[in-house]
């Protein structure tokens, strides 16, 4: 059964710092892996999607990388922004399963001006 | 273009009342889910449909039923409800091969049942 866990649970950060997010899986057979943004009181929004072929994902101010053989994934976003301020969610689809998505418990980002 | 809507937003139950939640979507994906968010929990997925006709179990379908009649539609029945069953629910729809971002989530239900 695939878990996966991401840390820290909570991050605050000043304006402009550039961060990272882990995000650990614990069955390396993995379809892809994606990275969401959720804002309190929303659904999810998908930011980054790699496939299990790929190493990594840009998009803007945001790059995410996997790598499979440690079972692990991060998410890296570059001169943060108080808008950026969400929870932010990795869920790996396993082997087959295309679109069953295993979540983690999300990091809570705050950036402060 | 409205992507997955869901409804009702909120919604009290009795405990033993049975209610249906809507998800509809207008993109023609073949992959629809239904998840439920509880704190601490993350997302859990509780039925998965890969197209019309069938369905699949996720990691916690206790409680619920679904049902895949149209490539649109994909409720989830409660059909007796329990305190448990208190949580955040959310579909999404996907279809492989769409592009990077192919999965997508509707807004959310918030079920209470006391």
């Known amino acids: 059964k695939q878990e996966v866990t991401q840390i820290p649970a909570a991050l605050s950060v000043p304006e402009g710092e550039n961060l990272v997010l882990n995000c650990s899986f614990t069955?390396?057979?993995?379809?892809?892996l994606q990275w969401f943004r959720q804002d309190p009181g929303k659904g999810l929004t998908s930011l980054l999607l790699?496939?299990?072929?790929?190493r990594e994902q840009t998009s803007g101010r945001l790059n995410a990388s996997l790598d499979k053989s440690s079972g692990r994934s991060t998410l890296y976003i570059a001169a943060s922004q108080p808008g950026d301020s969400a929870t932010y969610l990795c869920?790996?689809?396993?082997?087959?399963?295309?679109?069953?998505?295993?979540f983690g418990q999300g990091t809570i980002l705050t950036v402060h001006p | 273009n409205a992507g997955v809507t869901q409804t009702p937003k909120f919604q009290v139950l009795k405990t033993g009342q049975s209610m249906t939640l809507q998800c509809a979507q207008d993109m023609n994906h073949e992959y629809m889910s239904w998840y439920r968010q509880d704190p601490g929990m993350g997302l859990r997925l509780i039925h998965y449909?890969?197209?019309?006709?069938?369905?699949d179990q996720g990691e916690v379908p206790n409680g619920y039923n679904v049902s895949r009649s149209t490539t649109e539609d994909f409720p989830l029945r409660l059909l007796s409800a329990a305190p448990s069953q208190t949580s955040v629910y959310f579909c999404a729809s996907s279809s492989p091969g769409q592009g990077r971002n192919t999965i997508y989530f509707g807004e959310g239900s918030w079920l209470t049942v006391v």
């Open positions: 869920a790996g689809a396993g082997g087959t399963s295309y679109g069953k998505l295993t």
């Open positions: 069955d390396s057979a993995i379809y892809n």
């Open positions: 449909s890969v197209g019309a006709g069938i369905t």
């Open positions: 790699i496939q299990s072929s790929q």
